[in-house]
């Protein structure tokens, strides 16, 4: 049976506040073990990313939930970024209306017949405080009132379409044919948009399953055509393929559900032991989600506020693994490689362990390598998930205009292309 770790010890950690994370600063993320489950949906809508299109009836929704249960007053601010999600150099004025910094989360629900309670805060933009003005990257950082270091972060985009991107995504790629890798083309179609000069002012953008740490920026056209602008036989486009993401659900509080092992109750709070892992050595066809999570329980009725947190035991059956620490990723973990989703290793069992607090519902995961001596915190699955052509991802390319002069950048395009081979 699993040596499970003290619940003492789990609660310090999990509760334990402004704990620094090294997550990209891109990412929707919390920075405090008190806070979980931070989600940003546009329009309601579950799955899609988090681009709202600017102006109409559009909005932005962010939840999170406070474990500490007791009601904390949070004020939030937010910040326009640039296409790396660095703080672009305007006023406040010019991107938002209403005094930033200055509003509290006036929305909260404490969580209902939940072993381990809750609050579950939320909060929409544009609200009648704040509206947003242009388009661009919005960072929105949450502040217990009166601290100056934020608890958490949620980051979305507001698109004004003005160009269009097509993307072609191919394992046949220029290092590789049908091997490991995938590479993404796309071209940017400007037809009926003015511009001065296209392969210096626009500035692409492509992620792969949102995660940040792999993203390519910074490339130049490969072809100029009028009005278009090719991106194609790039290296830097180039992306490890990786294998379908591992799936496990906790629904039910009494009965295991998809790939969990076994659920016990300990000391007041609910546990789920997920089957033990194994790295994998061919590819597994798998209906997945490419890394993310739905919160629901059974009973899927008032799943922000009654679906209740489990202790979730996580092992990776295998020596030490060469190249760095291994991580347990995902949108569960903010697709960060904080130390908090680094995996301790049992030597006498010969596995890698971690354990979290995770609400209930429907996950995706991976174990990720990072190498210790590499700053840019670069995740590899080769060792623990393998790279394979035929692996189902997702691509974001993002299209940001600065102008000549310009302070900031716009974003005037995006597109999504799912690789099935």
């Not at 209906?287 to 008032?302: K, L, P, S, V």
Request: aromatic letters at 14%.
């Amino acid at each position: 049976m699993l040596k499970t770790t003290s619940i003492f010890k789990i609660v310090v950690i999990c509760l334990a506040s402004m704990v620094s994370l090294t997550c990209s600063a891109q990412q929707t993320a919390s920075f405090s073990k008190s806070i979980k489950t931070v989600q940003v949906k546009v329009n309601g809508k579950w799955g899609e990313p988090p681009v709202m299109l600017k102006g109409g009836n559009n909005y932005v929704d962010i939840s999170f939930d406070d474990l500490q249960h007791d009601y904390e007053r949070y004020t939030y601010k937010i910040t326009h970024c640039d296409s790396e999600w660095n703080q672009s150099d305007i006023y406040e004025g010019d991107y938002m209306t209403g005094v930033n910094g200055a509003y509290r989360l006036e929305e909260y629900t404490q969580s209902l017949m939940t072993e381990m309670e809750y609050n579950h805060y939320t909060l929409r933009l544009p609200n009648e405080n704040v509206n947003l003005l242009i388009s661009g990257n919005y960072k929105v950082e949450f502040f217990i009132d009166g601290e100056d270091e934020p608890v958490a972060q949620a980051c979305f985009s507001i698109l004004e379409p003005s160009v269009g991107i097509d993307i072609e995504v191919s394992a046949n790629t220029d290092i590789d044919t049908y091997a490991s890798h995938q590479q993404v083309s796309f071209t940017i179609n400007y037809r009926n948009y003015s511009i001065n000069n296209p392969e210096t002012e626009f500035k692409p953008v492509v992620t792969q399953n949102r995660r940040w740490d792999t993203h390519a920026s910074g490339m130049t056209p490969t072809y100029i055509k009028s009005n278009e602008l090719i991106y194609s036989f790039n290296k830097s486009l180039i992306f490890d393929a990786g294998n379908e993401y591992r799936r496990f659900e906790i629904l039910d509080k009494l009965v295991p559900t998809m790939n969990i092992d076994k659920m016990y109750y300990e000391n007041g709070y609910y546990h789920a032991v997920v089957y033990a892992d194994k790295p994998r050595i061919n590819y597994l066809y798998d209906e997945d989600q490419d890394g993310r999570y739905y919160i629901r329980n059974n009973d899927d009725i008032d799943n922000d506020t009654e679906s209740d947190y489990f202790y979730t035991h996580f092992t990776l059956q295998s020596p030490l693994l060469p190249g760095g620490s291994v991580f347990l990723n995902g949108d569960l973990t903010d697709n960060s490689y904080d130390s908090y989703y680094q995996m301790d290793y049992n030597m006498i069992e010969h596995q890698y362990e971690i354990t979290l607090p995770l609400k209930q519902g429907s996950y995706n995961y991976q174990y990720v390598i990072v190498d210790d001596n590499n700053d840019n915190s670069i995740g590899s699955v080769a060792l623990t998930e393998g790279n394979y052509h035929q692996t189902e991802n997702e691509y974001y390319v993002y299209v940001y205009h600065r102008p000549f002069g310009e302070r900031y950048d716009r974003l005037v395009g995006f597109n999504k292309k799912t690789y099935k081979n």
